[in-house]
């Protein structure tokens, strides 16, 4: 089946103590849903994880949660399904920040540990399935709406050609889109891990900065939050100048008045363009580029005076094809729910 386009939740806040909408509560009876089935979707990240329980007509609750107030995942799930009534679910799938083998994920910046058996026999779900997040990010790529997508390069898109999906905030994520005949294969890997090319000298100090003897430095070590904070330490050691900064957020606030701290943020994008047109060729993503992640739409400004862009069309002898990728930001948080909810529904119709 295809999933219809969520419908505006029924009930249930974005945050532990807003409502989504001015609609009084009314979760869902422990019976069946009003499409017949009930799926439950997640988006588990190091900062924040949604939950959504829907029917076949669309989301009927959403609840968005801070990751370190909950010591464990289950007790988390608990939570929101009590608040929900207690229905019985059809089928769930959660995207992990973090590898999966087997149906089982351990998150990589929280001690969680999500394993789809163990979750399914708990909450008696008929099934459940743990795929990365970006793998389920991917999946929400189609329902996407124009009013998600900001473009900061046209380009000249091929139908069928893959798609690649890139997002920076508390790690760094990878996926892409492969066509496979009438529907796409999600290829999805632990891409943030692989290694860091600094392209000129302040990248190579920031470089320096990260390198641990025996080590080596990633580009999640330096495009994703706890990156653009080491960008900062990295250049205030090389030109000492300004405050202090530690927190990517507040670093990301001085740019507008400080410059060290506009120069981290510079070095921020130039790397992060860098990482995305490497991909960009790997996959040969004419589908377009998306850029995901919490980060890119905070700093969406920035992105847009062109600096991002400039890098990733710096490929020495494949310059010339950069212009032809299409990059696009991606302003819709909710991307890997609509993708976790997307799979659910459609490995509980073949199974």
């Not at 909408?21 to 924040?48: C, N, Q």
């Not at 029917?55 to 799930?77: H, K, M, N, T």
């Not at 900001?150 to 920076?168: C, N, S």
């Not at 991002?308 to 990728?325: E, N, T, W």
Request: hydrophobic share 45%; glycine share 14%.
């Amino acid at each position: 089946m295809n999933v219809p386009p969520p419908r505006r939740p029924r009930a249930g806040p974005a945050n532990d103590s807003e409502p989504r909408s001015g609609e009084p509560p009314s979760p869902p009876s422990a019976g069946r849903g009003a499409g017949g089935r009930f799926f439950l979707a997640g988006d588990i990240g190091g900062t924040k994880t949604l939950l959504a329980l829907a029917d076949d007509a669309g989301i009927v609750r959403e609840r968005r949660y801070p990751s370190r107030d909950w010591g464990e995942f289950p007790a988390l799930v608990r939570a929101f399904l009590d608040e929900a009534g207690a229905p019985r679910i059809d089928a769930a799938c959660f995207g992990v920040a973090g590898p999966v083998q087997d149906n089982r994920a351990k998150t990589t910046h929280l001690p969680w540990r999500v394993d789809g058996a163990a979750l399914a026999a708990a909450f008696r779900i008929g099934r459940v399935e743990v795929v990365n997040d970006f793998a389920a990010a991917a999946q929400g790529v189609a329902a996407l709406a124009p009013a998600d997508l900001v473009t900061l390069q046209e380009g000249r898109p091929l139908a069928g050609a893959p798609r690649l999906l890139v997002g920076a905030g508390t790690g760094l994520g990878v996926a892409a889109l492969i066509p496979a005949g009438n529907a796409w294969r999600t290829v999805a890997g632990e891409g943030g891990h692989i290694g860091f090319a600094p392209a000129d000298e302040d990248q190579l100090a920031v470089w320096r900065h990260l390198a641990r003897p025996g080590g080596r430095v990633t580009a999640e070590n330096v495009v994703s939050g706890p990156g653009l904070a080491a960008i900062y330490a990295a250049l205030q050691k090389v030109s000492p100048g300004g405050t202090a900064l530690a927190d990517p957020a507040a670093i990301a606030e001085a740019a507008l008045t400080q410059p060290q701290a506009r120069r981290a943020l510079d070095l921020f994008i130039a790397a992060y363009g860098a990482f995305a047109g490497d991909l960009a060729l790997l996959f040969m993503a004419r589908g377009g580029v998306y850029l995901g992640g919490g980060i890119a739409p905070k700093i969406l400004p920035l992105l847009e005076e062109g600096g991002f862009v400039r890098a990733f069309r710096q490929r020495g002898a494949h310059a010339a094809l950069m212009p032809d990728f299409p990059v696009r930001v991606i302003r819709n948080e909710r991307l890997g729910l609509l993708g976790a909810l997307a799979i659910a529904a459609m490995r509980d119709e073949k199974a």
